[in-house]
């Protein structure tokens, strides 16, 4: 099970991702997980280098897609501002939204990968799917009240793939 939990790669923010990288990977397209990932818990206003980092990747050819298990309104609000494609409601980590995100791009698994801040949903999820996971730490502290206490386990998980040298 610990596995599942443990992405392929680790960046900072989504702003480290490296296109060039991606493409090397065969990475054709790039679903992203919208709280505390593209944007603060319960936001919808994205930072000017948000917005001109996911232009470079649509202007590169990549497929992209937000996944998200946040109500429709906030996730559609963003992926029209981004001109990009959006699952919501998504209760991840099942299956079905990231089947439904694929088809959307056009994509298959080997070729997709999944950018997200929890281990639980967006890694655990994209692990099963056999896509290539990327996990960034929380953009925010500010979250759900269940997520928080979530988060007590998944930093505990976290530690332990650091100390077997698994993330930075």
Known sequence: MLKKLCPQYQANSILELNSDL?????????????????????KD???PEVIHF???LKEEGFKLC??????EHRVEVVAQTLNIP???RAVKPRKSPFRKALEIMGTKPAETAIVGDQLFTDILGGNRMKL???WTP????TEFLSTRAVRKIERLVIKGFQKKGFLK
């Open 22 to 42: 991606l493409k090397k990977s065969g990475i054709k397209g790039v679903i992203f997980d919208l709280d505390n990932t593209l944007v603060e818990w319960k």
């Open 45 to 47: 206003t994205l930072t």
């Open 54 to 56: 996911i232009s470079q």
């Open 66 to 71: 937000i996944l998200s298990n946040a109500l």
């Open 86 to 88: 959006y699952v919501s």
């Open 132 to 134: 290539y996971t990327i």
């Open 138 to 141: 929380p953009l925010s502290s």
